[in-house]
């Protein structure tokens, strides 16, 4: 089973950064493909960004596009959401999900619990 705990949300002024991070166990971040998404107050849940269990592939939502960054720590089994130049709009639960498809998938098997990043004007 993979367990994933995301970490790392808190409160941010626009134009600050914030780096969330994706601990996974049960299977190592190498042979995972993982996706943050987002989920704003009254909306809808929003793909954030994935990165690609083999070749470093990523690809992002054009409205974070520029912005944020996905990477992995694959010693530490963890993968890394870096959020620059944030904006209040960016303020919603984070999630990162994993699936163990080579390439993105149309759909994530595992989740973490979320955490809150709050960006203030």
């Known amino acids: 089973q993979v367990q994933l705990v995301e970490s790392g949300g808190g409160l941010v002024q626009a134009g600050g950064s914030l780096r969330l991070s994706c601990a996974a166990s049960?299977?190592?971040?190498?042979?995972?493909?993982v996706g943050w998404f987002r989920q704003a107050p009254g909306k809808e849940r929003e793909f954030v960004g994935a990165?690609?269990?083999?070749?470093?592939?990523?690809k992002y939502a054009d409205s974070v596009k520029g912005r944020f960054t996905i990477s992995r720590d694959n010693a530490n089994n963890t993968v890394f959401l870096q959020m620059n130049s944030l904006k209040p709009e960016d303020t919603a639960v984070y999630y990162c999900?994993?699936?163990?498809?080579?390439?993105?998938?149309?759909?994530?098997?595992?989740w973490g619990q979320g955490t809150q990043v709050t960006v203030s004007s």
């Open positions: 049960g299977r190592s971040t190498s042979t995972l493909t």
């Open positions: 990165l690609t269990r083999t070749g470093g592939t990523t």
């Open positions: 999900a994993a699936s163990m498809t080579y390439y993105f998938p149309s759909q994530y098997n595992y």
